[in-house]
């Protein structure tokens, strides 16, 4: 597979996660915002996403990931994790609480559907 489809097929999956999200809370303002920004980094640099998926979410957290536990990502501490980005840490950290708090405020089924999107992306990254 070329890596422009695998990088559609990764983004499309990515997307569907963001979606999943966003029908939940149709009205919320900064899941709005951040599917925006989303469609921005995907247009400018389409690898962009996964990329940092795989860096920041799929390489420390894939036993998480696979274990489905989604009360390890929506009451993580990422300071450590942000550490090395001082000069965009409230952006980033900003950008995390967006999903996050949306998604723990989530019923259980709902959440089972976004980890269930996880772990697709989780197994895109074993494929490539």
């Known amino acids: 597979m070329s890596i ?3 990088t559609k097929i990764f983004n499309d999956v990515f997307f569907n996660l963001v979606n ?8 919320d303002p900064t899941i709005r915002t951040a599917e925006r920004s989303l469609v921005a980094i995907r247009k400018m640099n389409p690898t962009l ?5 795989v860096h920041y979410v799929d390489t420390p ?10 009360d390890f ?8 994790d942000l550490k090395d980005y001082t000069n965009d840490f409230k952006t980033i950290s900003d950008a995390i ?11 259980e089924e709902n959440q089972k559907i976004i980890m269930g999107y996880m772990q697709t992306l ?7």
């Open 20 to 27: 999943a999200v966003k029908d939940y809370f149709p009205s």
């Open 97 to 107: 609480d967006r999903f996050r708090e949306p998604i723990k405020n989530m019923d």
């Open 4 to 6: 422009q489809n695998f």
């Open 61 to 70: 957290y894939k036993n998480e990931i696979q274990g489905s536990n989604v």
């Open 122 to 128: 989780s197994k895109l990254v074993d494929m490539k």
């Open 49 to 53: 996403i996964y990329r940092v998926w």
């Open 73 to 80: 990502f929506v009451n993580k501490d990422y300071t450590n």
